[in-house]
């Protein structure tokens, strides 16, 4: 069965600084996704991770895949409030396999 | 491109009731799939059906069906209510290949009292 386990849970970071979002899986897989959720709204897709080494950036996120260590990242650079809101990882696995989700990582940017 | 749409956006109901859920993917969308989201349980697979047919299913009991109609709408129907099916149900649409981004609607809060 497949597992997703994201750390840390919750995040409190201070404007202007740097944090990463870990998230690992218990199945191998080269399919790994990353969403946003705000309170009370649906999932916004952020990046899709599709092979090993994969590395996309967008504004002050970037997320990245090492599938042999069946890990992904999602590094926040230079945190603004904006930029809080709950983050998933979610994984499937070849076959047409539904997608699992991480618990999210609440994030709260502080001034 | 209108995105994914959910109706209704907002249900209460009382335990032992049923209760029906719409779902329009993206134009040209023939995957959708089901979830529920709770605080404790997190987001949770129910089904995917892709042209007409259940692809997928989670590890829900069968009061939770589904079905999706020719022009990819679906439909998600829960019968004799409990409490603990209060949740934001979310569905999700993609073309249904392989690693096709899936593309969320707003989402059904149903709350059962």
């Known amino acids: 069965e497949l597992k997703v386990e994201q750390n840390p849970l919750f995040l409190s970071m201070q404007e202007g600084k740097n944090y990463t979002i870990y998230c690992n899986y218990s199945?191998?897989?080269?399919?790994l996704y990353w969403y946003r959720q705000d309170p009370g709204k649906s999932l916004e897709s952020l990046f899709v991770?599709?092979?090993?080494?994969a590395v996309k950036q967008e504004g002050r996120l970037m997320a990245s895949l090492d599938t042999k260590a069946r890990l992904s990242t999602l590094h926040i650079t230079a945190a603004v409030h904006d930029l809080s809101a709950t983050y998933f990882c979610?994984?499937?696995?070849?076959?047409?396999?539904?997608?699992?989700f991480g618990k999210g990582t609440r994030l709260s940017v502080i001034a | 491109k209108a995105g994914v749409t959910q109706t209704p956006r907002y249900l209460i109901k009382t335990r032992g009731q049923q209760v029906t859920l719409s779902c329009s993917p993206i134009?040209?969308?023939?995957?959708v799939s089901w979830y529920q989201q709770t605080p404790g349980q997190g987001l949770q697979f129910l089904f995917e059906?892709?042209?007409?047919?259940?692809?997928n299913k989670g590890n829900f009991p069968g009061r939770f069906s589904g079905r999706q109609f020719s022009n990819s709408r679906s439909e998600m129907n829960v019968s004799t209510l409990e409490l603990g099916d209060s949740a934001l149900y979310l569905c999700?649409?993609?073309?249904?290949?392989?690693?096709?981004?899936?593309?969320f609607g707003p989402g059904t809060r149903l709350t059962v009292l």
């Open positions: 999700a649409s993609s073309l249904g290949g392989v690693a096709d981004t899936q593309y």
């Open positions: 134009s040209g969308h023939r995957s």
């Open positions: 979610a994984v499937d696995i070849p076959g047409n396999t539904p997608l699992v």
């Open positions: 059906y892709f042209s007409e047919t259940q692809r």
């Open positions: 199945t191998t897989s080269d399919r």
């Open positions: 991770l599709l092979s090993n080494g």
